[in-house]
């Protein structure tokens, strides 16, 4: 596996990751375990910027061929990016939320 496709993974791997951090913190707030919570925010957002770094990467080599094959795998990655952004800014909330109702 190599170029688009290894970097489609990438994105995919690195963003799950995150995305799951983000839901586990979610359930530690409602626990009441803001300190695990915040925990898993930090190691949510180390994984997400990371799944960003390969996002650049790929944004930068198009800029330098002038094109990237759009394909179902890249589509994927991109859509848990978005996802993954998404869900830890509805996490960050919710975490306050919970320590404001505690």
Same mark, same amino acid.
């Given at each position: 596996?190599?170029g %688009? @496709? $290894? %970097?489609?993974?990438?994105?995919?791997?690195?963003?799950?990751? +995150?995305?799951?951090c983000?839901?586990?913190?979610? !359930?530690?707030a #409602?626990? *009441?375990?803001?300190?695990?919570?915040?925990? $898993?925010? #930090?190691?949510?957002e @180390?994984?997400?910027?990371?799944?960003? #770094?390969?996002?650049a990467? $790929?944004? =930068?080599?198009e800029?330098? !061929?002038? *094109? !990237?094959? &759009?394909?179902l %795998? $890249?589509?994927?990655? @991109?859509?848990?990016?978005?996802?993954?952004? &998404? %869900?830890k800014?509805?996490? +960050?909330?919710? /975490?306050d939320?919970? #320590?404001? /109702? =505690?």
């Amino acid at each position: 596996m190599e170029g %688009l @496709e $290894l %970097l489609s993974f990438q994105m995919i791997s690195f963003n799950g990751s +995150a995305r799951s951090c983000f839901v586990e913190a979610i !359930t530690a707030a #409602k626990e *009441g375990d803001f300190e695990r919570a915040e925990e $898993l925010m #930090k190691e949510g957002e @180390e994984q997400f910027v990371e799944g960003h #770094k390969v996002h650049a990467q $790929l944004i =930068q080599e198009e800029a330098q !061929t002038g *094109g !990237t094959a &759009v394909n179902l %795998l $890249l589509i994927h990655a @991109e859509d848990q990016m978005m996802s993954a952004e &998404v %869900l830890k800014i509805i996490a +960050a909330e919710l /975490i306050d939320i919970h #320590k404001r /109702i =505690q």
